[in-house]
């Protein structure tokens, strides 16, 4: 995200100083390292949590196509980065890996049928396929079939528009393009506390450095706390406003990975399936083919567990850490009115590893637990507040919160994630500058040619925009 942002600055701004301070010995080693999320560019392509069904049994795609419109955001901008050099070969972070949605069950093949019918035609979802017939699904996904009960109704939809995105790498190559172009790096530096003068408006950031707790003060015009989990933690520190009530349910993953070269050459796609009851909706399973360093490897999972880390190299004081008297409420409210959750990530954490395994099975029946091993993954910190009604709630999504005078802005939340970086940082720009967004718009407008409208209502543009970002990028259109 603060790659994101950087990146955006330094083309709207070129003479602002920019410095990111990491608090670990390398960037992108928490949420977005490619062994730490699933590296899905999230185009709600596959994902059924983004299109549930009404009670009069009519599909939602709304969530779905918003997701899709923001991800064609991303897509410009890194078609763009591509084209001024700015980003390398894009097989080094983004890949194309068909996207398929895989259910077994009648009811859930009604729904799929629906989804297909109720997504087939719109601009942003061409190509998408559907069919009920096992043969055809295992020549999409051969792992699939193999060991299944003939009797099973099984459906599957596939788009070929997938792709497989190594945030990492993302991460990495956008943050030596700013320090090329002047930006500071400082690495092993844990910021403790933010606090603006109220004189001269600048904000003074406290650092310690990792080697002897040495204490470092910086000042800066504008700060954003892209802290990933730690921001809930920072932005109490800042002391705004905005912050109060807010609380952070950390929710732990962890995958199944094969790098076994057999396994991964019968699988090329992306399976996502249904959610179990209860379970939140990015703990979806899904059986994916990842490409990091140029390697494809294959992912079952998340299994969700419980921790009260808001970090992978967090501390489990985290989550006490987090609370305040003005969000006691919220953490109290939130925790008992989603006791369904609570209980589902309890039997996640309890659950033995044949159990765990048998899940893979749902997806690959032949799949032997010798060829996997368990990997954990990054933490995500859902947001909790309180709704417009007052009511504590989770949220599954991410919300970007800044101060009234727009000097501060940090996001909290996870899904859909790093995909949506792009859109996410365009908003963190409008808050926080609004002043200066008319005269950055044709600059904006020449990186992400679909800024300010939008793709879904006219299909010559979407048509365009698609075919044009799957060059540049070299994926499906
Ligand atoms: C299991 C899992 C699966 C996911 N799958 C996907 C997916 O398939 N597709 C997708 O698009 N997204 C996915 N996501 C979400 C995605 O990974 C995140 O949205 C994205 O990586 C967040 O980026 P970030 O920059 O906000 O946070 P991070 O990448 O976590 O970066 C935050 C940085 O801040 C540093 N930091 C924290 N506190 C301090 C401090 N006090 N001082 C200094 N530095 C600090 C951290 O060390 C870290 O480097 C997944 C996440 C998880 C956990």
Redesign the pocket.
Known sequence: ??ATLGTLLSRLEPTWKIAI????GD??????DPW???????AALCELNYTPERPDGTIDIANAVKVNEQFQVSRQFWSYLVSEGLLPEPSRFINPVPHMSFVWGADNVAYLKKRFEALEGHPLFPGLEYSEDAEVIRSWAPLLIPGRRKDQPIAATRILSGTD?D?GAL?RTLIDGLVENGATLKLN????GLKRSTKTGLWTIR?KHDVGSTPVEVQARFVFV?????ALN?LQRSGIREIRGYGGFPIS?QFLRTDDPELVKRHSAKVYGKASVGAPP?SVPHLDTRVVDGQASLLFG?YAGFSTKY?K?GSLFDLFGALRWHNLFTFIGAGFKNLSLVTYLISEVLTTPKRRFRALQQFAPTAKQEDWRLIT????VQIMKKDANGKAVIQFG?EVVAGADGTIAG?LG????????VPIMLDVLARCFPDRLEGWTPQLTEMIPSYGGTLSQDAKSAKKALTRTAKALRIQA
């Open positions: 995200m603060s301070y990491e608090r670990l960037v992108a080693r928490e949420s977005s730490n999320n699933a590296g899905t560019g999230h995105v945030f991460t530096h844990r910021v403790t650092m892209g802290a990933g989990g730690g920072l993953g990015m998340p970090l190299h993954a990054g933490q995500r991410t996001l996870a899904s859909p994630g790093a995909s949506t970086a």
